[in-house]
């Protein structure tokens, strides 16, 4: 499993090289750390959609105890 150079080097362009031939190069253990900041920030986001998602099926049970919703 790998990633493109070329797609990483857009977002990331410092841990890209490129060799005399025109080969580009990924220096993966650098890439570690943004990968941890974006899993934390993707996981507060999923947490508050969660919320987000309890609340409103809370507020559609309330309207209509009898939604498909609230039968599990």
Same mark, same amino acid.
């Given at each position: 499993m790998?990633?493109? %150079?070329q $797609?990483i $080097? #857009? /977002?990331f362009?410092e841990?890209?090289? #490129? ?5 580009k @190069?990924?220096?993966?253990e650098? =890439?570690i @750390?943004?990968?941890? $900041? @974006?899993?934390? #920030? =993707?996981s @507060?986001? &999923?947490? /508050? =959609? +969660? +919320?987000?998602?309890a609340?409103l099926?809370s507020?559609?049970? &309330?309207?209509?105890?009898? +939604? %498909?919703?609230?039968? &599990?």
């Amino acid at each position: 499993m790998g990633l493109k %150079a070329q $797609e990483i $080097e #857009t /977002a990331f362009p410092e841990i890209v090289s #490129t060799d005399q031939r025109g080969y580009k @190069a990924v220096d993966y253990e650098k =890439l570690i @750390a943004p990968i941890i $900041e @974006a899993i934390k #920030t =993707l996981s @507060a986001q &999923n947490a /508050a =959609l +969660a +919320a987000q998602n309890a609340a409103l099926k809370s507020a559609i049970c &309330n309207m209509d105890p009898k +939604a %498909a919703v609230c039968q &599990n």
